[in-house]
């Protein structure tokens, strides 16, 4: 009987609830989470935003005049942005008329650990799916629309292989519209984690892509670490992408979850055996580092001296070599990764590969791993969203991997310098720029794998310090003895 009433009550309470709140009940009821009044009040704002779904406007389809000058740059370019401003004028207006205003975007920030994504994960999966056992809510059912769910680093990643594609054929043409066409057309609805804008090209593309893509009914909800206002805060021709900002405030909702401070990936450490540690200097005994790669040994499956190596293809027409590697397993050592011009695209590649990386020799990170903390923390993000199990072997504990620290970017006559305090650092994006430090020295400040060549200029002077946050965390999640894929 307290089985049926208990029923009874969830089914109620499905019934007056929308599909992202009724799952974040049921998980509440079956102890798989705690109750979060911030969490709570996301999920009735994305319950919204689902049952506005139902009305979203079709994506209206570019015109073969339209097409033809993305392709050409023979028209001057003033008359092909106003004939474009025009068109898009108009586009709107007939949208307007016919369907009505298209819902507004989410975009979700606050601290690491909050609920963000978890919640932003349960939307994306209500969304085209009604399952009858949970709820009878006629409300809830709606057409179908497409939809992508993305880390935002893999996002720019395919736009600028996109655009890289797209130039080989037209060099001469504009590729966003025609992007922003290829990418409503693939989905409707976009969800970006971890939306973050750290280099000039990104900024200079967002600005007009994410009109573009308004333009055509594309619904967005992205989670951030950064509200808008700090997004690309300090880097080179901000008050170019400021405008963006703009934009992204009066067209999106946004919800701020700065309040909550609680990460809740740090409250169950699951023993996963996926990190590792021995300083085998203290009292000259190595026997605790013996142990490590022989744990590292068993799982790789074996010794790694009898492996083949392999080239990874990469996109943009690059490759990665695996010297140690298996059917599931690629070793690597922390040199190989992470002191090597290497990005997001490689990692990715690997990721692809790969179900298991194993990376050895990882050393504390501070103020004089600059460039390889950088690009470390985009592999622990490649790896956490492609649910890549990474197995680590440090020379310091996980709650000493990272060290804080402090950098300022400093400008003379649009002259960037670049100081690193003891404290101090930078994420990075894919690409690789070379600025000039206090002393003359000319330093890598983000990794694309194509040395010399930049994507971008250097991204906000405090991102790192909070981008080690984030990998912490991610890397307590991923120690789970569930964590990873077959």
Request: hydrophobic share 40%; aromatic share 10%.
């Amino acid at each position: 009987m307290k089985t049926m009433i208990e029923k009874h009550r969830v089914a109620q309470r499905c019934f007056s609830i929308g599909p992202v709140s009724a799952a974040y009940e049921l998980m509440v009821d079956a102890g798989e989470v705690r109750r979060d009044d911030a969490q709570v009040a996301l999920a009735a704002k994305l319950d919204d935003l689902h049952e506005s779904l139902a009305s979203l406007p079709p994506v209206p389809l570019l015109t073969d005049e339209q097409i033809e000058s993305s392709r050409s740059s023979s028209r001057p370019l003033l008359l092909a942005r106003s004939m474009a401003s025009a068109q898009s004028f108009l586009r709107k207006k007939f949208h307007l008329w016919s369907f009505g205003l298209p819902p507004r975007g989410i975009y979700i920030h606050g601290p690491v650990g909050v609920g963000k994504s978890f919640l932003m994960d349960l939307f994306y999966a209500s969304v085209n799916v009604f399952d009858d056992s949970r709820c009878n809510n006629d409300r809830f059912k709606h057409a179908k629309i497409t939809k992508r769910r993305v880390h935002f680093h893999e996002f720019m990643l395919d736009v600028h292989h996109r655009i890289f594609v797209y130039k080989q054929k037209h060099p001469r043409g504009d590729a966003i519209p025609i992007i922003a066409q290829q990418l409503a057309q693939e989905a409707q609805l976009l969800c970006f984690d971890e939306f973050q804008v750290t280099d000039v090209a990104d900024a200079m593309i967002l600005k007009r892509l994410f009109l573009l893509l308004l333009d055509c009914n594309v619904v967005v909800v992205a989670t951030s670490n950064r509200s808008p206002d700090a997004l690309y805060e300090g880097g080179i021709n901000r008050s170019l992408f400021l405008p963006f900002i703009d934009m992204l405030k009066h067209t999106f909702d946004i919800i701020s979850m700065e309040g909550s401070t609680k990460d809740y990936r740090l409250e169950n450490r699951a023993d996963g055996q996926s990190y590792f540690w021995s300083n085998k200097d203290v009292q000259g005994d190595n026997s605790s580092n013996n142990d490590m790669q022989a744990q590292l040994e068993e799982i790789f499956g074996g010794t790694a001296s009898g492996a083949e190596s392999e080239i990874i293809k990469v996109r943009f027409g690059r490759t990665v070599q695996v010297a140690r590697l298996n059917d599931r397993c690629a070793w690597f050592d922390f040199s190989e990764l992470c002191y090597q011009p290497l990005g997001a695209a490689d990692y990715l590649s690997l990721c692809d590969r790969f179900p298991v990386l194993i990376m050895d020799n990882v050393p504390q990170l501070d103020a004089n791993h600059l460039n390889e903390a950088r690009r470390f923390v985009n592999l622990i993000d490649a790896c956490y969203e492609s649910r890549t199990r990474l197995v680590l072997a440090a020379q310091v504990p996980l709650d000493e991997l990272f060290v804080d620290f402090e950098a300022q970017v400093e400008s003379s006559d649009g002259d960037e310098e670049l100081f690193v305090s003891d404290k101090g650092g930078n994420s990075s994006s894919f690409a690789t720029t070379m600025i000039r430090t206090k002393d003359g020295e000319h330093m890598e400040w983000s990794a694309t794998g194509l040395i010399g060549v930049s994507l971008a200029q250097f991204s906000s002077a405090n991102d790192l310090a909070f981008s080690f946050r984030r990998a912490a965390s991610r890397l307590v999640e991923m120690g789970g003895k569930e964590w990873g894929r077959e």
